[in-house]
């Protein structure tokens, strides 16, 4: 539901560069795909949008506001691990978004707004299909669930931007495929913009209506950490056209995947 | 491969089965994987208490064979007969049951003391393991004062706040507050990093995430880091009853040791024992009830 504009941003640990001259901008409610090998960066990337990292330089604007160095309810994010609260069962994870949005001091809400709360933190545990394991711990549920329930609270979180770090990079075939059905219907009920770093090549041109690949352009032999990665390749995606089997192909040498056999086979489907 | 697999499945019927399975009990495992069964573990762990009781008991009744007036390994009839007068009987002087006036006085001690260092804990170790600034401010105050040996504080303590209850109590909560502290501190900074950026895009502020985040995760480590504190808590409590008091466990174990009342020393530490032992238990309950999620129900 917002744009983002991300320019000229660097990113430094130390001596070692990771992200230089990141240039993107997204209009509201594009599907941002991102894609690169292992320790490119582009979990830094999505670490900086979220506010939970901060640049060494540049500028990430998101609407119209430079982001907060900090994260806030803007940006609503889902992790790979560590998703939910453990301490609290699938309502009670759901139920603690309105209580510190409007629970005061207590960080609790009480009376009609509490069950008010509870009517839609239950409507939205049936929708993502975890009605029957409201009073569970995350503990107990399976990892397929664990990440429904992520992206149950962090939706009722109403976030501008949804944030994905490898979100289903856990999970078995058939859940995941479940998994980017569910993500799909919810993106274009609520039509916030969405960023998903992933290493699975399919899922982002299936998901996707963007795909950008970090890579590294400027090597230097002597000291590998000199340059950092950017932005080598932005593929805009049409959902009546899906990619070809040629820009997956291309894409997937860039990052120097294994799986293309696999990726190919995904996006074909 | 499948079907070569059925096949031997199907070879191995009848008794086949049953000399397979003979052969699969029978085999030896590395030390590592042999589990014990429920009643093995019960016998198990009976034999060292059992091993002791009888070695004592032998010793006992060799010494009272020789002399029957000897005070050093007393009969377990002797013990229970000076253990129940101390239950039972009125002190000829104060008229108090002494047994019960000794506990009382000394679990009022000791909870006081604990009670005050697991507050002193959880307030200063969630802001100094949460908010930066705190963390800058005391850490290098707590790390130090950690590693002050809490005895050699006592004759500063007695001096400064005189003989009575509060030096004792103070002792206790200054020699287990500050490990508890850094404990709590840096469990709170093993929180996972997702789970603090989570919850600030929920809306969490530092207050309601202490709230909401740190208290709930802390609580079973906050139980934990009591359990393990009320050892040196024992120890400090008795130091301090030996040397400053009229009453208490430590003071009359203490007291008779003069008179070489083996017969009262032993029965009072056994009963010390089963008091850390109860309120151990009992912590270990208090953390199922309030933090079921930390103790996931085994499936064996």
């Known amino acids: 539901m917002s744009r983002i504009l991300v320019h000229g941003l660097e990113k430094s640990y130390g001596d070692a560069r990771v992200l230089e001259r990141v240039n993107v901008s997204a209009e509201a409610g594009e599907f941002l795909s991102l894609v690169g090998a292992s320790g490119c960066g582009k979990s830094t990337f999505l670490r900086i949008l979220l506010g939970q990292e901060q640049q060494s330089g540049g500028v990430v604007v998101v609407g119209d506001q430079p982001i907060v160095p900090e994260p806030t309810p803007q940006r609503g994010i889902v992790f790979q691990r560590y998703s939910v609260f453990p301490h609290l069962t699938a309502l009670q994870n759901l139920l603690l978004v309105e209580d510190f949005r409007s629970g005061g001091p207590f960080g609790r809400v009480f009376g009609a707004r509490r069950k008010s709360a509870r009517q839609e933190a239950e409507t939205m545990l049936e929708r993502v299909g975890l009605g029957h394991a409201r009073d569970l711990y995350p503990a107990t549920l399976s990892g397929g669930m664990q990440q429904r329930l992520a992206i149950a609270q962090t939706l009722l979180g109403r976030p501008q931007i949804l944030l994905l770090d490898e979100p289903f990079g856990a999970l078995d075939p058939g859940i995941r495929i479940e998994m980017h059905e569910l993500l799909t219907e919810l993106w274009t009920e609520h039509g916030m913009t969405v960023v998903m770093v992933t290493h699975d090549i399919g899922e982002a041109f299936k998901l996707g209506t963007r795909v950008l690949v970090f890579d590294k352009v400027r090597h230097d032999p002597q000291f590998p950490s000199a340059y950092g990665a950017t932005i080598t390749y932005d593929l805009k995606l049409d959902r009546k056209h899906r990619a070809s089997a040629r820009d997956v192909a291309e894409v997937a040498a860039m990052v120097g995947t294994t799986r293309l056999d696999s990726a190919i086979a995904t996006t074909a489907s | 491969m499948l079907a070569r697999g059925t096949g031997i499945m199907q070879a191995a019927a009848g008794p086949e089965v049953a000399r397979l399975q003979l052969s ?14 429920r009643g093995g573990a019960l016998l198990l762990g009976t034999l060292p208490f059992a091993a002791v009781a009888i070695a004592y008991l032998f010793a006992s009744s060799q010494r009272l064979a020789v002399n029957p007036s000897d005070k050093l390994l007393p009969s377990p009839a002797q013990m229970w007969s000076a253990f129940s007068d101390l239950a039972t009987v009125p002190d000829k002087r104060s008229g108090d049951l002494i047994l019960w006036a000794d506990t009382y006085a000394s679990l009022i001690r000791l909870f006081a003391g604990v009670g005050m260092a ?21 850490l290098p105050l707590v790390t130090v004062v950690c590693v002050i040996p809490p005895l050699a504080l006592l004759p500063i303590l007695f001096i400064a706040l005189g003989l009575g209850e509060t030096a004792k109590i103070t002792l206790i909560a200054l020699g287990v507050a500050p490990v508890m502290v850094r404990d709590i501190a840096n469990r709170v900074m093993e929180l996972p990093p997702e789970l603090v950026a989570k919850a600030q895009t929920l809306g969490g502020n530092s207050w309601t995430m202490v709230l909401r985040l740190v208290l709930p995760q802390v609580m079973p480590r906050l139980i934990t880091c009591v ?16 040397i400053a008091s009229t009453e208490g466990l430590g003071y009359r174990i203490f007291l008779v040791r003069r008179y070489l009342s083996m017969d009262v020393i032993l029965p009072y530490v056994a009963w010390i024992t089963l008091l850390a032992v109860m309120t151990d238990w009992l912590l270990v309950r208090l953390s199922h009830i309030i933090s079921p999620w930390a103790h996931p129900v085994r499936t064996r």
């Not at chain 2, 699969?24 to 042999?34: E, V």
């Not at chain 2, 009320?230 to 120890?235: E, K, N, R, S, V």
């Open chain 2, 24 to 37: 699969r009990s029978k085999a030896r495992l590395r030390l590592i994987n042999a589990t014990v069964s």
């Open chain 2, 118 to 138: 697991t507050l002193v804990a959880l307030s200063l170790g969630v802001a100094i393991g949460f908010i930066p600034r705190v963390r800058a401010f005391l």
């Open chain 2, 227 to 242: 359990r393990l504190a009320l050892g040196p808590a024992w120890l400090f409590l008795i130091a301090a009853e030996a």
